[in-house]
T-cell receptor, first 111, second 115 residues
Framework: GDSVTQMEGPVTLSEEAFLTINCTYTATGYPSLFWYVQYPGEGLQLLLKATKADDKGSNKGFEATYRKETTSFHLEKGSVQVSDSAVYFCALLHRGNQFYFGTGTSLTVIP | DTEVTQTPKHLVMGMTNKKSLKCEQHMGHRAMYWYKQKAKKPPELMFVYSYEKLSINESVPSRFSPECPNSSLLNLHLHALQPEDSALYLC??????????????FGSGTRLTVV
């Protein structure tokens, strides 16, 4: 069945460091892929998405490229800020049915 | 309006109480969802409504009763809950069918504590 495997956390980085959070997926066909962010005490916010192979999603300095050959959708940001501290969820959606979420990666950015 | 609004934001209820969670959206989305999220875990799907009809029930106990009175509103009625039901309850909406592949919009959730 469909599934998402996400890099284990927690991740702690210094401000302005480079961020990578790995995400790989298993699915038949061509799912849509997403990164959601959850700040403490809040719901999920869509960070970026890609609906087909080789698409690059980007938002607020974050990027992820849909790589069908490696079944991956890794999240990157060149220079993180303290305000980026949150939990990040990779997810896939297939045939509009339901999301398959990764386990979430907690990021803490220290000044 | 590009938001999903959930009320209340926080709820404390006893095990014998009856309460309801409310979710509202005005984006014209015809699919709406209830998710349950425990601390440090990903959200888990509970119910899916498509065109105001229940299409998925993920074997949720009957003490949780969903209702979709119209295309903009989704309720979750709670009765005789257990302390282990304490969690963040998230509502989401999307276009129905294949349109959902463009993503869901989530509300900010209701944090429920059962005492």
């Amino acid at each position: 069945g469909d599934s998402v495997t996400q890099m284990e956390g927690p991740v702690t980085l210094s401000e302005e460091a480079f961020l990578t959070i790995n995400c790989t997926y298993t699915a038949t066909g061509y799912p849509s892929l997403f990164w959601y962010v959850q700040y403490p005490g809040e719901g999920l916010q869509l960070l970026l998405k890609a609906t087909k192979a080789d698409d690059k999603g980007s938002n607020k300095g974050f990027e992820a490229t849909y790589r069908k050959e490696t079944t991956s959708f890794h999240l990157e940001k060149g220079s993180v800020q303290v305000s980026d501290s949150a939990v990040y969820f990779c997810a896939l959606l297939h045939r509009g049915n339901q999301f398959y979420f990764g386990t979430g990666t907690s990021l803490t950015v220290i000044p | 309006d590009t938001e999903v609004t959930q009320t209340p934001k926080h709820l404390v209820m006893g095990m014998t109480n009856k309460k309801s969670l409310k979710c509202e959206q005005h984006m014209g989305h015809r699919a709406m969802y209830w998710y349950k999220q425990k601390a440090k875990k990903p959200p888990e799907l509970m119910f899916v409504y498509s065109y105001e009809k229940l299409s998925i029930n993920e074997s949720v106990p009957s003490r949780f009763s969903p209702e979709c009175p119209n295309s903009s509103l989704l309720n979750l009625h709670l009765h005789a809950l257990q302390p282990e039901d304490s969690a963040l309850y998230l509502c989401a909406s999307s276009q129905a069918g294949e349109g959902a592949n463009y993503g869901y919009t989530f509300g900010s959730g209701t944090r429920l504590t059962v005492v």
